[in-house]
């Protein structure tokens, strides 16, 4: 049983255009919900992270949106560039439990 | 990549034979995780350690052990390799970005390839 859904599982935008990622979670029990950006040949480096008792929060170009009521939230990366061609994972914590991961989407920045 | 080291980080072996990976950190945390990542299934957890010799299973532990005799160490093993376990093994250590948020910090991966 996945626990988060994530979708797309690519994606491609055009340069100077938004890009979102959305994630949906069971577990009402999650209190901190990161995302990961993940280079080719490198490992999954965090990028931003919210609690669910906030709704959106910002950083530079990455923005991550948090809907408690529809258990849902996303990343949105404004003005993507190509440097942003990567992939992304959602996921979501409990405490002590393990990380839950979900499966992935792959962002193509074109020109 | 904050104080984790991954050996090895390319490996080929031969169906059946034994194969270790090492991960090695050196900021003292408690938790240490192994994932396994493949095309269309994203990070899947094999197993974590929360302490020295504490241990527990994740997801998809079939074939694996893990072994933790000191902190900064925690290993991997596949007792007898399958080409199902060819895959990019990433070690994690769970950081806490305070008041209850834990996150993990990855390693740069093992490349296995079993032929």
């Known amino acids: 049983q996945q626990q988060v859904k994530q979708s797309p599982q690519s994606l491609i935008v055009q340069k100077g255009g938004i890009s979102i990622i959305n994630c949906a979670y069971e577990?009402?029990?999650?209190?901190?919900f990161p995302w990961y950006q993940q280079f080719p040949g490198k490992g999954p480096a965090l990028l931003i992270a919210?609690?669910?008792?906030?709704s959106e929060k910002k950083e530079g170009r990455f923005t991550i949106s948090f809907n408690k009521s529809a258990k849902q939230f996303s990343l949105h990366i404004m003005d993507s560039q190509p440097g942003d061609s990567a992939t992304y994972f959602c996921?979501?914590?409990?405490?002590?439990?393990?990380?839950?991961f979900g499966k992935g989407t792959r962002l193509s920045v074109i020109a | 990549d904050a104080g984790i080291t991954q050996s090895p980080r390319h490996k080929v072996t031969e169906t059946g034979t034994p194969v270790t990976l090492r991960c090695h950190q050196t900021?003292?945390?408690?938790?240490m995780y192994w994932y396994r990542q493949d095309p269309g299934h994203g990070l899947r957890l094999i197993h974590y350690s929360y302490g020295v010799k504490d241990t527990d299973k994740g997801e998809v532990s079939d074939g694996y052990s893990v072994s933790r005799s000191k902190t900064e160490d925690f290993l991997l093993t596949l007792e007898s390799a399958t080409s199902s376990q060819t895959s990019v093994y990433f070690c994690?250590?769970?950081?806490?970005?305070?008041?209850?948020?834990?996150?993990?910090?990855f390693g740069a991966g093992s490349r296995l390839t079993v032929l």
């Open positions: 994690a250590i769970r950081v806490s970005q305070g008041k209850g948020a834990n996150v993990l910090t």
């Open positions: 577990n009402t029990a999650f209190d901190y």
């Open positions: 900021e003292n945390h408690r938790y």
């Open positions: 919210i609690r669910p008792d906030v």
């Open positions: 996921a979501a914590i409990k405490g002590n439990t393990p990380l839950v």
